[in-house]
């Protein structure tokens, strides 16, 4: 079992639309948590923690759910330039462990 | 904010030489540089993790004799690919803590293409 599980996608929703993105991780010990986004050929970049109260930052909301080992990412109204490639990753002790990432298309 | 500046973006070598990449942090010092591979359409996968002033920390089935880390100082990490394959050929990036923040920089990638 992978220790970051995520729905490779893609995910092709229309210009406004709300998508949803879950994750799970298999260590209990896991102490960080982040969602990251990667464009085509570049390297990953930081859209946003991820508390266990959840958090928001624009149009972007990530939830945590320790009991269960789950994360998710939600992004409202979206835009063309949403898309990507959004990577769940995990930190234990000094270790990022990264999902196999999410796809998203957003077409006009 | 805090940068690392990797190089080179691109390489193109022939089997069998060495290609060395470099990341520097620009505006903080990097105690620790993390070392990812990412193949196409695959997760980055944790290489080994490097620390200043000693040894490279492997993962397991990356051969450190293969892949030559060196963190000589506080702003400059380096990984060597020796003796490269074709299936050597991959997206490397290197990655580094911020302190006081609780996310990771990246430098922008090397893409290696062995042929």
């Known amino acids: 079992r992978k220790e970051v599980e995520q729905d490779p996608g893609p995910f092709n929703v229309p210009e406004g639309a709300t998508v949803a993105f879950n994750c799970t991780y298999s260590n209990s010990a896991s102490q960080s948590f982040f969602w990251y986004r990667q464009d085509c050929r570049k390297e990953p970049k930081l859209l946003m923690s991820?508390?266990?109260s959840g958090n928001e930052d624009g149009r972007f909301t990530a939830q945590l759910n320790r009991a269960s080992q789950y994360i998710s990412l939600l992004i409202r109204d979206s835009k063309l330039s949403d898309s990507a490639t959004y990577l769940c990753v995990v930190g234990s002790s000094y270790k990022l462990i990264f999902g196999s990432g999410t796809r998203l298309l957003v077409r006009p | 904010g805090a940068v690392v500046s990797q190089h080179p973006s691109w390489v193109i070598c022939k089997s069998g030489t060495s290609v060395k990449i470099e990341c520097r942090s620009l505006d903080f010092q990097a105690t620790t540089m993390f070392w990812y591979r990412q193949f196409p359409k695959q997760s980055l996968m944790l290489m080994a993790t490097s620390n200043e002033g000693s040894k490279a920390t492997y993962e397991q089935g990356v051969e450190k004799d293969k892949f030559l880390i060196n963190h000589a100082s506080l702003t400059l990490s380096t990984l060597t690919v020796t003796s490269a394959h074709p299936e050597d050929s991959s997206f490397y990036i290197c990655?580094?803590?911020?302190?006081?923040?609780?996310?990771?920089?990246f430098g922008s990638g090397t893409r290696l293409t062995v042929v």
């Open positions: 991820v508390y266990s």
């Open positions: 990655s580094a803590r911020v302190r006081d923040q609780r996310g990771y920089t």
